[in-house]
């Protein structure tokens, strides 16, 4: 696969416009249209000669990846499904969160996007979707990046600027510490000087509990918040739940690690737990859940199990995933539970998996939407929103 434009640093594009006899600035003027300006065709860059621009879409014809299908949910999620250069699918999900003061008025608006680190996944996990397609391939940091610059126009967003406030967490599709090098790469061109300049605290990236990754992401700077897709309280049921458990060295290594950690002064890790009808949400797993993380500076996201086709789970009952909160709880671990967000359009975790399955499962946008779900065309959503 071919470099992607937006994988670049400030420094590869001086390098890249001195291989071209051209000054260094000239490559920080590339590096501003895709980064500050945003473009998604080399046309949109009029300050760039336009004999730098036809050369510029020779060598990198695609910046931005095309959106096939955008999905509303009726509480306000979009989920897209974007093709990238190779045809490769993954998806993208926008979910916004008013902010009231008291009193009611509106303070400000909190968006999260959810983005892809892989198309579709290896580690296959039971209970997830995603894990049904296995792994098509790694997307180049650019690809990353690219996803949140679509959302941002999608949805006509200025962080930073009149008080919109954006969260990104790696919790798309795929598994984002074994693609290690290109997700910290996107991390880089997010955070950085001349960019969108996203605080790194307002990115978190979820893993499945690749330990020596984990370790390495400790040492990194800028590096997003971890957070830890636990779901189990001994090694037995774990490596059932969560294949590469066993490979990783078990709980004992994986908490290890997490305390570890280092942590900056008002950080917490967060451990993801799904919970999933009478195999790990009983009060005993609560209790030794609890004892595990003792200790830690941690809290815990309680999922209740979205539920996909062909999967044989049950959603545990909403008082079973309040009396499991209330015992974290008393055993002095903040829990909190995350409602699923975007269900009516399969958006919500573990529900991506438009990729086309070698041989596999329906892909999403094949599967029925239920009748409260528009499907809307593809084009700009502002003034729809
Ligand atoms: N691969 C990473 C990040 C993507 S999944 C990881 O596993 O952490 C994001 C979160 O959704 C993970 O905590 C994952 O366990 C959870 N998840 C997967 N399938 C789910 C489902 N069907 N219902 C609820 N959560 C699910
Ligand atoms: Fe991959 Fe995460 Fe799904 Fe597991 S839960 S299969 S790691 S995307």
Known sequence: ????????????????ARSRRLPAWRGRQIYAALHAQRIETWEQAAHLPAGLRRELSGEWPVIAPEVEHAYASTDGTVRYLLRLADGAEIEAVYLPLEEFEAGGRRRARRHTFCISSQAGCAVGCRFCLTAQL????????????????????????????GGDRLNLVYMGMGE?????????????RLTEAGGLELPP????????GIVDKIRQLGGESPRPRLAISLHASTDELRERLVPLHRGQGGLEALLRAAREY??????RLTFEYVLL????????????LARLLAGMRAKVNLIPWNAGPGLAFEAPPPERVREFQA???AGGLPAWIRHPRGQDIYAACGQLARAAAPGGIAASGDRPLPAAATAIPAQPLRDTL
């Open 1 to 16: 696969m071919a470099e992607h434009p937006l994988s670049l640093s400030p420094a590869d594009w001086e390098v890249r």
């Open 201 to 208: 605290r307002r990115m978190t990236l979820s893993t499945a």
């Open 176 to 188: 984002p510490l074994l693609n290690y090098a290109a997700v910290m790469a996107s991390a880089g």
């Open 262 to 267: 280092p942590l900056a002064p008002r950080e």
């Open 277 to 288: 009808g009478g195999v790990n949400d009983s009060l005993q797993d609560a209790r030794r």
């Open 134 to 161: 296995g792994l098509e391939r790694n997307l180049a940091a650019g690809e990353i990046v690219a996803q949140v610059y679509l959302l941002l126009r999608r949805h006509g967003l200025h962080p930073g600027a």
């Open 327 to 329: 015992q974290l709880n």
